[in-house]
């Protein structure tokens, strides 16, 4: 077969032959995703913020965590609480981008948002509040009208207590008996 009848010839089933080979990488890609899934795939227990400010005592399962002690505890929980969140605002965001949502779903999505926005901030500037008190990690958490704050320390004597339940109490304007603080080594 010369090159000019393979020419002719690819020319003439041009088509079948482009719907073939993307059939085959379609299915190529499947296959490759589908071992790919199988491999990454583990139980993972996913937390909410509301069971993790229930439970502070959580622990992560990882090998690492177990046989330093805990040492990884307030990493994790940032990840943890980071996952929850970035799936909550990927379902906002579908939902504020939908055309045939209700203008009214639209509004309290954004202000879902906002809130989630403004929940991020107050963390972070409690949690760098405490760290600036001398404290090697810590991690705060709101709910229900109570504010939670587990600090990385052995234990902690009444003086630290008293100054971060007031650092805590004006970053966040609640009073000082709805704040809670935990010590973690």
């Known amino acids: 077969m010369s090159l000019v009848n393979l020419i002719d010839f690819f020319k003439k089933y041009q088509k079948p032959i482009t719907w073939l080979c993307c059939l085959a990488i379609m299915?190529?890609?499947?296959?490759?995703?589908?071992?790919?899934?199988e491999t990454k795939?583990?139980?993972?227990?996913?937390?909410?913020?509301?069971?993790l400010t229930l439970k502070p005592e959580v622990k992560a399962t990882t090998d690492t965590e177990s046989?330093?002690?805990?040492?990884?505890?307030?990493?994790?929980?940032?990840?943890q609480r980071e996952r929850v969140?970035?799936?909550?605002?990927?379902?906002?965001q579908t939902l504020i981008d939908n055309p045939n949502a209700?203008?009214?779903a639209k509004e309290e999505a954004e202000k879902l948002l906002l809130e989630i926005v403004r929940q991020r901030e107050q963390e972070l500037l409690?949690?760098?509040?405490?760290?600036?008190?001398?404290?090697?990690?810590?991690?705060?958490?709101?709910?229900?009208?109570?504010?939670?704050?587990?600090?990385?320390?052995?234990d902690l004597d009444e003086k630290s207590?008293?100054?971060?339940?007031?650092?805590?109490?004006?970053?966040?304007?609640?009073e000082r008996e709805n704040v809670q603080?935990?010590?973690?080594p």
Not at 85 to 92: F, G, T, V
Not at 167 to 174: I, L, S
Request: zero cysteines; aromatic letters at 10%.
């Open 161 to 174: 207590f008293i100054q971060i339940t007031e650092t805590v109490a004006g970053a966040v304007g609640v």
């Open 181 to 184: 603080v935990m010590a973690r």
């Open 102 to 104: 209700a203008a009214a």
């Open 67 to 79: 046989e330093e002690g805990g040492a990884n505890f307030f990493a994790s929980y940032r990840l």
């Open 85 to 92: 969140r970035d799936q909550s605002i990927e379902m906002l």
């Open 27 to 37: 299915v190529g890609a499947t296959w490759w995703i589908i071992q790919g899934l």
């Open 126 to 154: 409690v949690e760098n509040m405490v760290k600036a008190q001398g404290y090697e990690d810590a991690v705060f958490f709101y709910h229900d009208e109570v504010a939670t704050v587990m600090v990385k320390q052995k």
């Open 41 to 51: 795939i583990k139980t993972v227990d996913i937390l909410t913020d509301g069971e």
